[in-house]
């Protein structure tokens, strides 16, 4: 007879390597950055966009070589919580990590909430001030719904609805490019000009953003097959298909919207869905609306399954969350956290769209995310690097150069975009900007100064709590 502890724990072996690569695929929406969310790229780097994406990629590339590293090592759904924790200093850098990484948890989902309902919006504006909310409302259900009823379950929806989307952007680019014609392609969106570096490198902040999430394959770590194998290939194949699917599009929306009339695409509706009408007809356009509308969809289950894993494992910990939300349904996954969770971030979304509008709020609660997400993969090199000295393990120059090298980009994208985003609002004073500016550092103030009190506070009071999130490799089974 199982323990009441055994029986609360994920269940092993529940989905595969293909589940976890849509797992970190949905969770950027493909579909939805290339019909809206590329325009903040678009908006600073114009037509250089392009090599923007490409250095977004490469760059956030660098930033999962550390998760790839503690995946090898490490098999939990805590995931950077707890690898963070694991790295020695009394498990003082998983509260430090987990801290801005509240930002994503508490109002990631919104962006999908909120964004579907901005879309339809830009489609149908005379009826949207009727219905955004009963869309608002049916995202967050169907967010809690198929991830409540299992991960396999979810996870299969956001496969066979994932691969589908990412065809259908290869295939649309594709059919883009070549229906622009030799003579209206250019290399130069692959172009780096010496004057417009400070735009490009701007450009390149908005691309980074888009790649978020690619690592939230690790909060599956206890429930996919062979973990310490298939969690880091998965990262891997993950952000492949993430470059192969948003490079050629974002040069197919470049070419196709035409490079001189390219300062016009930041400030048009629906940009992404405009160039895929033009070139792929009502069918095309039509298939682009159902892709970036279930993208948002995807991206909602994906939200759901990482965060409240992280979740179940912080209420295992006894962790700022209550036992109770460590408890397992019987579809094997902490239906209770999901529930509290979708809760929350439904109120958040409602009040946001009320003040801003669904399309303003979303982006101020994104940009709140971008500055946190960061600071999670800054915390997380530093403690890559206790943890290969407390732990003694033997790394390559190679690792220890690019765990240096993402503490040095995430500082360098935390000032750059906060600078920006500050003389912004006073090179144009409006309710927006100060939106902006007040999420930017609201975000800098809790990652920066609160965070780090909170933990050193918790090292010195309460170091149980610290503790019980440390994992050691030996407590990690082989595959």
């Not at 969310?37 to 994406?53: D, R």
């Not at 994503?104 to 909430?113: V, W």
Request: hydrophobic share 50%; glycine share 8%.
């Amino acid at each position: 007879m199982q323990s009441s502890e055994e029986s609360n724990k994920l269940r092993k072996g529940a989905i595969g390597i293909w589940q976890g690569i849509f797992q970190s695929v949905s969770y950027i929406a493909p579909a939805g950055d290339v019909a809206i969310l590329l325009v903040g790229t678009f908006a600073f780097a114009l037509q250089f966009s392009t090599i923007s994406v490409i250095l977004g990629w490469l760059i956030y590339g660098i930033m999962m070589i550390v998760p790839y590293k503690f995946s090898k090592k490490l098999a939990t759904a805590g995931s950077y919580y707890s690898y963070a924790a694991s790295s020695g200093d009394g498990g003082i850098w998983g509260i430090m990590t987990e801290l801005p990484w509240f930002f994503d948890q508490f109002t990631g989902e919104s962006f999908a909430i909120l964004g579907l309902a901005s879309f339809i919006a830009l489609i149908f504006p005379s009826v949207f001030y009727y219905v955004w909310v009963p869309i608002a409302i049916f995202v967050a259900l169907f967010g809690l719904v198929l991830p409540y009823l299992g991960i396999k379950l979810s996870l299969n929806y956001a496969l066979y609805t994932g691969m589908a989307e990412i065809l259908f952007l290869i295939i649309g680019a594709v059919i883009v490019i070549l229906r622009v014609g030799s003579s209206h392609l250019s290399v130069q969106p692959f172009t780096i000009p010496a004057a417009l570096i400070g735009p490009i490198m701007f450009g390149t902040i908005f691309s980074i953003v888009d790649f978020i999430g690619l690592g939230s394959v690790t909060t599956t770590s206890e429930e996919i097959t062979k973990p310490r194998k298939h969690i880091r290939n998965s990262l891997f194949f993950a952000w492949l298909l993430a470059g192969v699917t948003l490079i050629p599009a974002t040069y197919a929306l470049t070419v196709g919207w035409g490079i001189g009339n390219i300062a016009s695409y930041a400030v048009s509706p629906d940009p992404g869905l405009i160039v895929f009408g033009k070139f792929l007809g009502p069918i095309g356009a039509g298939l682009m609306i159902i892709f970036t509308a279930n993208s948002y969809l995807d991206y909602s289950v994906a939200k759901v399954n990482a965060t409240n894993r992280v979740w179940y494992t912080m209420a295992k910990n006894k962790f700022v969350f209550p036992r109770f939300m460590s408890k397992l349904n019987k579809h094997g996954v902490p239906g209770n956290s999901m529930i509290v969770n979708t809760s929350v971030i439904l109120i958040l979304s409602l009040i946001a769209g009320f003040i801003l509008g669904p399309a303003y709020g979303a982006l101020v609660f994104l940009t709140a995310i971008g500055i946190g997400s960061i600071f999670v993969h800054l915390f997380m090199n530093v403690a890559f690097i206790r943890f290969t000295q407390k732990n003694k393990t033997r790394e390559s120059l190679v690792n220890y150069a690019a765990s240096i090298g993402g503490i040095i980009a995430a500082l360098a994208i935390i000032t750059v975009s906060s600078y920006s985003t500050v003389t912004t609002y006073f090179a144009s004073p409006s309710v927006l900007n100060a939106a902006y500016m007040g999420a930017v550092i609201f975000a800098l103030i809790w990652s920066a100064v609160i965070g780090p009190i909170f933990a050193i506070y918790l090292k010195h009071r309460k170091s149980d709590v610290l503790k019980n999130s440390a994992l050691v490799p030996s407590d990690v089974e082989e595959d």
